[in-house]
């Protein structure tokens, strides 16, 4: 009852005192929105009241539905401007709001704002305080439109609001659940948006989800407090398999200084905004983390650190990017450094300077230049690396380069290749991001030959056409070899190249994997001139290719060639059409050349196959009815060669058109290869053995027939007889070598040397010339006088470039002849003596020589000189030298693979000129006696005096 009487008493207080009423409903209003309130009315029944805030279009009434409890439904329809003591926002909005008291005030209302239709309630709870709002379709661009702002979010977003407050009327609760189909944020398109954020008791927690554009869903959680105004918080992003932890962040909400730290990227990373200013500092990042991070392809891996400072009001920054090493695409670069000191930003105009280095194949390279960004940008860039001058120069979309007098030498060791060539190279390109033209000239040295190339072309970066011409001219004697021809390339490799030189046609064609080789009459005779390479074989060769670098087939062709370039005196050539077949595994040979004689005619068939992956397996086969030459089998696997084969020739003449010589009658040669190079052939009479290894060389003679040597030579009518025993042996790490030879029971026709030196016995005074010349014009075929020798002992030896002769001698029926001394191996002499010595080993007559011994002269002259030594030792030497010559060359000639460099190509190593040719020079030489004062024992070796080898056999 009392309620209803407070409601009759309220109702007459107002009537009565209505003008009243009015004016303090305004002032109070007015004073609590900060606003002109005007009432315009008041009634009774029912009980309203209507007013208006500011303007009077922002209108509001209340209707008072019951006093006790308190209902009071509210309308509102006006800018939200006028409420702005409590928001800063505007815009129009009509709302409606059930108002009741009952102990507790709760509000329940609903509006329309921005395009949104939401819910409102705010509810008393017992000691605290609950607002809630659920908004449908709130369009963020009217909403940034109605306050004037310039439009950077597009979107229309749905959300859940509640609130919580305390006792003391502050936050203690609050929780947001946000979402939109899409957010387009300064042209950024953000998709599937989920944002849900609460916050109780100073911690809070966000967990979001979107989906950027180009981008994959990525989620976004965060933990932390909120306290003193301070933002402490963890946080991290996850997309497609990426996770990036932020450890630590740090937000002063009063001052906005923030501070963050991550090792999401392996390394550290620390960054602190704070007065305008951006401090970061990362060190040792992972490059492959970040790139997986920024959805990167991982093609590069290393460590990166990156350090400055961001003023980010003025934009101007310093920075210094470093790294030990960044390996892409296999190319390792080390020592990276990029210093940027004074970026500044002024009047929209960027500037700066810039510094780097980076070590790339161990080789340090060195830039600087300047950057510009107005309008358009303007960059150089200048470096002096390979002795030469390189400047980048670009403005907006053009540019060019210059690279003058870069130096090859620098190039090749930078590329870690031999320095075969020296010389400049010069580049100049220009153009902009569509097309780039360019002209390359060198003048280059290689391998003593000049050579001058050049090419001109351009580069469509929008079709990726590469097109260019070129030629180049190699100076050699009074030719030159040209080429020339035109390359493109557009998604594959075009190239046509051609010469005439050599008096051929050839021609080269490439398109893709695909290529044709052709030339035509290929001139070796000139080809070697020109290469000032040995005339080993004449004649004009035709070559064919065609195929793809996994699948080639070949041919080479030639009608007639020849060992004699004397046309008018040809008596043996040879014709070939080689074909063969080349993929990466296998080449196969097939041939039938035919060896041209006056009178004859002899085909020779070639088989082989040659594997090209370990062990490379092969094998081999040359054969004329009876002969043969077989490479049964040859392998390479873990630096191991093993290989047999067999030569058996039933006459060596009838491939006089293959060989340098001419050899005569049969040989037989089995090889084998395992850990050394085993020959063997018993076709000499006796056994001739050949080993050789990595470290040494071994020569064995054991009863070789010498008259069987001499017929080898085509020199049967010198030898009547005699055998050869002995062994050479050569250290090829320490360069040394010994001979020990022995030739035996040796008839040499032609000549008397007995008869001859006992002629001049009594002759002092004797010109040696004319002695000489006497002896030579007695020394023929035709001439039936003999000499038996009956022994010549060869030993010397190699060490440290010296050749000492350690036992040289030779034994006739009458004379002992004896050679002693040493001399290096350039042929300087130390100290050389030859002698006449009787059955005591004392000097007879001796002869001193000095200077080289290619070109020796008299030392000291004590007596008459004859010179008896021009022919008797170097005939019997000289086909001892063959045996051995004969030996290395078929060394060359089977098992090329090793014998050769060690016999033929390294001089210092080489049995046939460090010992045998060197050694029989030095006898050949020793042409000179003179006769002692005195007599001492000067030799003692295992030659004897024929008068002391008589006693004996008596």
Not at 40 to 66: H, K, M, Q, V, W
Not at 133 to 159: I, M, P, R, W
Not at 739 to 754: E, F, M, R
Not at 875 to 884: D, V
């Amino acid at each position: 009852m009392i309620k209803y009487i407070f409601g009759i008493i309220t109702i007459t207080i107002l009537f009565l005192f209505k003008p009243v009423t009015s004016h303090f409903i305004e002032d109070y209003a007015s004073e609590l929105l900060e606003q002109k309130v005007k009432v315009t009315s008041i009634s009774i029944i029912p009980l309203r009241a209507d007013a208006y805030i500011y303007e009077s279009d922002n209108s509001i009434s209340a209707n008072i539905i019951s006093i006790s409890p308190l209902k009071i439904r509210a309308y509102y329809s006006g800018d939200i401007d006028a409420f702005k003591t409590y928001h800063p926002l505007k815009g129009h909005s009509e709302a409606t709001a059930d108002i009741s008291y009952d102990k507790k005030l709760i509000i329940e209302g609903e509006a329309s704002l921005y395009g949104a239709d939401a819910k409102v309630m705010v509810k008393q709870l017992k000691e605290s305080w609950y607002v809630g709002v659920d908004a449908k379709s709130l369009n963020l661009k009217t909403l940034q439109e109605q306050n004037g702002k310039e439009v950077k979010a597009d979107a229309v977003v749905d959300f859940d609001f509640n609130l919580y407050t305390d006792a003391n009327i502050s936050l203690s609760n609050i929780s947001l659940d946000l979402r939109s189909e899409g957010i387009n944020i300064s042209g950024t398109h953000i998709k599937d948006v989920d944002l849900k954020i609460n916050y109780e008791k100073e911690r809070y927690k966000i967990v979001s989800s979107f989906k950027p554009a180009n981008f994959y869903k990525t989620s976004l959680d965060a933990n932390g407090t909120l306290k003193d105004g301070n933002i402490t918080a963890s946080t991290n992003i996850a997309f497609k398999n990426v996770k990036i932890d932020i450890d630590r962040l740090k937000i002063d909400a009063k001052t906005l200084e923030t501070s963050l730290h991550t090792s999401s990227f392996g390394g550290h990373l620390d960054a602190t905004y704070k007065k305008d200013m951006l401090y970061y500092n990362a060190k040792n990042l992972h490059l492959s983390k970040v790139l997986k991070a920024t959805e990167q392809k991982p093609h590069a891996r290393g460590y990166l650190n990156l350090k400055g400072k961001l003023n980010t009001k003025t934009l101007d920054t310093d920075f210094l990017f470093s790294s030990p090493w960044i390996v892409a695409d296999k190319q390792r670069i080390e020592k990276i450094k990029l210093s940027v000191p004074d970026l500044k930003y002024r009047d929209k105009k960027l500037t700066t300077s810039y510094r780097l280095n980076a070590a790339f194949m161990k080789k340090l390279f060195s830039f600087n230049g300047d950057v510009e960004f107005k309008d358009v940008l303007k960059l150089n860039a200048k470096s002096s690396d390979f002795k030469g001058k390189t400047t980048f120069n670009l403005k907006d979309n053009k540019f060019n380069i210059t690279m003058k007098n870069i130096d090859i030498k620098e190039l090749l060791k930078f590329t870690s290749q031999e320095p075969h060539a020296t010389g400049l190279i010069d580049l100049d390109a220009n153009g902009d991001f569509e097309k780039v033209n360019f002209s390359i000239k060198t003048d280059a040295k290689v391998k003593k030959r000049n050579i001058h190339a050049e090419a001109n072309g351009s580069y469509n970066i929008k079709s990726k056409l590469l097109a260019s011409d070129f030629k180049a001219s190699v100076p050699i004697e009074k030719k030159s070899f040209d080429v020339g021809g035109k390359l493109s390339y557009k998604n594959h490799l075009k190239l046509h190249a051609h010469s005439s030189s050599f008096s051929s046609q050839t021609l080269l064609t490439l398109e893709g994997e695909h290529f044709k080789f052709y030339t035509h009459d290929l001139n070796l005779h000139e080809l070697a001139s020109a290469l000032n390479k040995p005339k080993i074989i004449y004649g004009l060769v035709d070559i064919t290719a065609e195929g793809n670098l996994k699948d080639i087939d070949f041919k080479i062709k030639s009608e007639e060639l020849r060992r004699n370039f004397k046309l008018g005196r040809i008596e043996n050539s040879l014709s070939l059409d080689v074909s063969g077949h080349y993929t990466p595994k296998l080449v196969t040979l097939k041939d039938t050349f035919v060896m041209h004689y006056k009178k004859e005619h002899i085909p020779i068939t070639l088989g082989a196959k040659i594997e090209l992956t370990p062990p490379y397996k092969s094998n081999a086969t040359f054969i004329n009815r009876k002969d043969k030459i077989v490479i049964h089998s040859f392998s390479y696997e873990e630096e191991q060669v093993k290989s047999d084969f067999l030569v058996d020739i039933q006459d060596l003449y009838k491939y006089r058109a293959l060989m340098k010589n001419t050899f005569h009658g049969p040989m037989r040669i089995d090889g084998k290869y395992t850990d050394a190079l085993n020959i063997t052939t018993n076709s000499l009479g006796g056994e001739i053995k050949v080993n050789l290894n990595k470290s040494d060389l071994l020569v064995k003679l054991k009863e070789v027939d010498i008259t069987k040597v001499a017929n080898l030579i085509a020199k049967d009518g010198v030898l009547e007889s005699g055998t050869l025993n002995g062994d050479a042996t050569y250290e090829i790490k320490e360069k040394t070598a010994k001979t020990d030879l022995a030739l035996s029971s040796v008839i040499l026709n032609g000549i008397n040397v007995d008869e001859k030196i006992s002629t001049f016995n009594d002759a002092m005074g004797l010109d040696v010339i004319n002695m000489s010349k006497s002896i030579i014009s007695n020394f023929s075929d035709a001439n039936k006088s003999q000499t038996n020798i009956e022994h010549l002992q060869f030993n010397v030896s190699l060490k440290d470039k010296n050749v000492s002769l350690d036992d040289v001698a030779l034994s006739t029926n009458k004379f002992l002849i004896v050679s002693l001394g040493n001399l290096q191996q350039n042929g300087d002499i130390n100290s050389l003596k030859v002698s006449i010595v009787d059955r005591n080993g004392c000097a007879i007559i001796t002869q001193g020589l000095r200077g080289n011994i290619k070109n020796p002269k008299i030392a000291q002259t004590t007596s008459t000189l004859v010179n008896i030594v021009e022919h008797v030792p170097s005939a019997i030497l000289n086909t001892g030298k063959k045996i051995l010559d004969f030996g290395t060359k078929t060394i060359d000639d089977v098992a090329s693979f090793g014998a050769q460099k060690v016999l033929r190509t390294d001089k210092k190593v080489s049995i046939t000129s460090d010992i045998i040719s060197e050694s029989s020079s030095l006898i050949k030489s020793t042409s000179s006696i003179i006769m002692p004062k005195g007599c001492s024992v000067i030799y003692d070796g295992k030659v004897e005096h024929p008068k002391k080898m008589q006693k004996d056999n008596k």
